[in-house]
């Protein structure tokens, strides 16, 4: 078949196009991994210090750890004993009940003992009312808010930053299980730099773990496909991603998975949007917004060595969920935050992160979906030939493949987390496979979350299914219990409590 000139020059353009926008969205990438693979290496190194028995010295800023819960019965259990293994001063534990319609209140209160107290609320970020607030009778640290459903994890997290009682607060899904010496890692940024107001942490994937009496007793990778490809995901995104942007000065997302913020920045920003999907990406983006158009001094920092584990889902029907969510909430926060593009006081975030994400990797579902499309037809009509349409194939598996075997190589030099070879071998594989059908399959759900943010269809955040097969069935031993409960500070009295409540809460 003949076709005109002008249609084999169209196809060249579009060609290069595509090819040139696929160059630039991995060069990008493949620089920032450059930058962990110089960055990380050293980090490790100043870090050994912190691997040596220190005494704590009494002054770390007391933590709130803000655990919200939503029909969580099947994982609360195993989240709160691990929360309460963690080696630090002084914190408290704080979950949110957001309205579940299962057991998890009931469960709480059979293991803990709850006693509901008159408390009221200083409302200074908005959130659905409070029904009520209980305190555990065997442990002076761990209270919990129950309140009418907000239909988001804002909204409940909000409940948490009002309720807090101490400065800095970490808010914590409620399957989320943190090493003992996070917390102490954490706060660092914070007693080096008197600006910082958010510091945010590694996260890895918890599916193919143990968990017993609320430590993590075994460490491996997941049978289940999906989640091993989100294992590298995962690996990508904190230790080439966040940390490049990082030593840039230029973080636009602290994970609402794992972060330290400091309650008084957070309020001054208007706590969590209830407006967007990606409520962790809009705080961070809004606390740029507000620091740097109005010349306030800052610091929002990330920090790789202390983990938190995640439960990854394990079902195509809940990751569509999640991923078409993730889509529809990054352009709710750029949409919301678009004053920061190209201001001239927005700095790296404004000039370097945000337009990647706006120009790059947001519209890349598009662009991935279509180059596809668009290199297979061109070659079924014999408008490029076959060695046209498969260097482009090669040079969209290569990068990806490439990318990930480089986050597998950081993984190894600085944590040697999986230490199986087997497990390695396993990961190098994953990373091979990922490029048929799982990759693919991600850009087709992200191109549907980017068409319903287009549309402004109905969104919201959908049921999370855990299956918490890491958590051991039998109970931590009393042992473990009086281990947790020595480890913390000698309780308040009644009348101390409610002193400390009356004057820090309402």
Known sequence: MLYPAVVFI????????????????????????????????????????????????????????????????????????????????????????????????????????????PIAFRQRVKHQPVKAVYQSKTLHNLRVIDKENGGSKA????????????GLFMPLDADTI???????????????NPD???????????????????SLTKIGLPKNWLALFQVLEYTRAFLSGRVGWNFLNSLPLISGAFGLFKKEAVIE???????????????????HRHFRLNRKPYRLDFVVDPVCWTEAPETFGVLKKQRVRWQRGLFD??????????????????WGSFPFL??????????????????????????????????FLALSFGTGFLLSISSILLEEITFQTYPRKKDLLILIFAAFVENFGYRQLMSLWRLEGTIKWVLRTKSSWGAMTRNASW??????????KETAIAALKPAETETEKAKATETEIV
């Open 333 to 350: 926060c750029l949409w919301e935050n678009r004053k920061l593009l190209f201001h001239p006081r927005s700095g790296g975030v404004g």
């Open 358 to 391: 706006l120009f790059l990797e947001g519209i890349s579902p598009l662009f991935e979906v279509a180059g596809h499309v668009f290199f297979i037809v061109c070659w079924y009509l014999s408008l490029i030939n076959a060695e046209g349409a498969l260097a």
């Open 155 to 166: 909204d409940a997290s909000n409940a948490g930053i009002n309720g807090a009682r101490y």
């Open 10 to 117: 169209l196809v060249q353009i579009v060609q290069w196009f595509f090819l040139g926008y696929f160059i630039a969205l991995n060069g990008i990438y493949l620089v920032l991994t450059l930058i962990s693979l110089g960055v990380l290496p050293r980090f490790i190194q100043k870090q050994v210090i912190h691997e040596f028995p220190q005494s704590q010295t009494g002054f770390e800023p007391p933590i709130t750890l803000i655990v919200t819960a939503y029909n969580e019965e099947a994982v609360i259990i195993p989240t709160v004993h691990a929360l309460l293994q963690l080696d630090y001063h002084e914190y408290e534990i704080l979950i949110v009940n957001d309205g579940s319609k299962d057991r998890t209140l009931e469960i709480l209160d059979e293991h803990f003992q709850l006693e509901q107290i």
């Open 178 to 192: 943190l090493e003992r010496d996070c917390l102490k890692l954490m706060v660092q940024p914070y007693l080096m």
């Open 269 to 287: 920003v208007g706590g969590y949007s209830h407006k967007s999907l990606g409520e962790d990406m809009d705080l961070v983006l809004r606390i």
């Open 471 to 480: 958590a051991a069935p039998a109970a931590p031993t009393e042992k473990a």
């Open 196 to 214: 910082t107001v958010g510091v945010g942490g590694n996260v890895r994937i918890l599916n193919g773990c143990q968990v017993e009496g609320g």
